[in-house]
């Protein structure tokens, strides 16, 4: 895995996509970088001879093309010569389930495809687009996960999804994740308990998809997963996921305690941002919370996480060996924010103690 210390480096990047505006809106936000050199294909088998000339450190792919849809593109490369590829995508309901099942594929993130032209293409897309680039370059590529070769979980009876809402809620985990991060709480979710504690997470990921990615843990899991509505109650066994592009904080109402959904400028250049969590749960939980960072680049979370810390709560933050990107798990390390750093394989049962 390249360190993060690596990253004046130059960073060459292939953009495929049959629009014509959209390689034009995508090369002209990330070649204002210094660090980003851009090349652009219109399909896949362009793309191809050109990565026979120069192979590129990280690919933003369409999925819907001619001659080679970007799933079997995406399939071909990781089985040949893995890169770090980022899906650009729509939000319509198939190009969302295509997206997700390209991350199973080993795609590293999704960012959204502009609708309009450079000018309409907000500070803030661009601005998440460049972060990701910049993440995929550092990820460590491992092999595809599919989440279809987990045994299905769910009972085949109906059992209470979580604790009446006036019993009081306990342990409160609250989980930030960021590049990697899919696969991840895949693994940790999967393997909870019925009786696990209340879950909150905020993964970094744009608005519509989390409510995919959410309806796809929830199949696969013994837990309710969902995407988190203003007002949802954090029980035992159950988890909420922040929706994309909207902060996710949780508050006290007696013996209860509830999740907020608001809007909000970027916080630690993210929206939904770990840290806004973090610092709530701290506030509302104490020693009480239980606080994980996994993989990821930037620093989102590790300030939130050292507020948990100085309330009581325990902190937990993913080893480097098991995360695609160490960047987030080091900087909450490196300001002392930490209390066990453990490989991704224990951390469920660190939740359930």
């Known amino acids: 895995m390249l360190s993060e210390d690596s990253a004046s480096r130059q960073i060459t990047v292939l953009v495929v996509d049959d629009s014509a505006v959209v390689r034009q809106v995508l090369e002209a936000v990330l070649s204002q970088e210094p660090d980003l050199v851009v090349m652009v294909a219109a399909d896949p088998l362009i793309a191809q001879r050109k990565m026979a000339r120069i192979r590129p450190d990280v690919i933003v792919l369409d999925l819907e093309m001619p001659r080679m849809d970007g799933l079997a593109f995406l399939r071909k490369v990781m089985a040949t010569d893995p890169i770090?590829?980022?899906?650009?995508?729509?939000?319509?309901?198939?190009?969302?389930?295509?997206?997700?099942r390209a991350l199973e594929e080993g795609a590293v993130g999704i960012v959204t495809k502009p609708k309009l032209g450079l000018r309409d293409f907000l500070y803030e897309s661009g601005l998440v687009l460049t972060d990701m680039v910049r993440a995929a370059a550092r990820a460590r590529i491992s092999r595809p996960f599919f989440p279809s070769d987990l045994t299905m979980r769910k009972s085949a009876s109906p059992q209470p999804r979580h604790q009446r809402p006036d019993v009081a809620t306990r342990r409160i985990v609250a989980i930030g994740a960021s590049t990697g991060g899919t696969e991840a709480l895949t693994e940790i979710l999967t393997a909870?308990?019925?009786?696990?504690?209340?879950?909150?997470v905020v993964q970094h990921m744009p608005e519509v998809f989390t409510a995919a990615f959410a309806e796809r843990l929830n199949q696969l899991s013994q837990i309710e997963v969902k995407e988190a509505e203003h007002g949802d109650l954090i029980s035992p066994g159950r988890a909420l996921i922040a929706p994309g592009n909207r902060h996710m904080s949780v508050r006290r109402r007696g013996e209860q305690v509830l999740v907020e959904i608001a809007d909000g400028p970027l916080i630690s250049r993210h929206r939904p941002s770990v840290d806004v969590l973090f610092r709530s749960v701290a506030q509302a939980a104490g020693a009480n919370g239980l606080g994980i960072i996994l993989t990821g680049m930037g620093n989102d979370g590790a300030q939130g996480l050292l507020e948990m810390k100085k309330s009581g709560a325990e902190t937990v933050a993913q080893d480097e060996a098991s995360c695609v990107v160490f960047g987030m798990p080091r900087e909450a390390i490196a300001c002392g924010a930490v209390d066990f750093v453990l490989p991704l394989s224990k951390i469920p049962a660190k939740i359930s103690l």
């Open 192 to 200: 909870m308990p019925k009786d696990s504690p209340g879950i909150a």
């Open 84 to 100: 770090p590829t980022v899906i650009c995508s729509g939000v319509a309901g198939r190009g969302t389930q295509a997206a997700l």
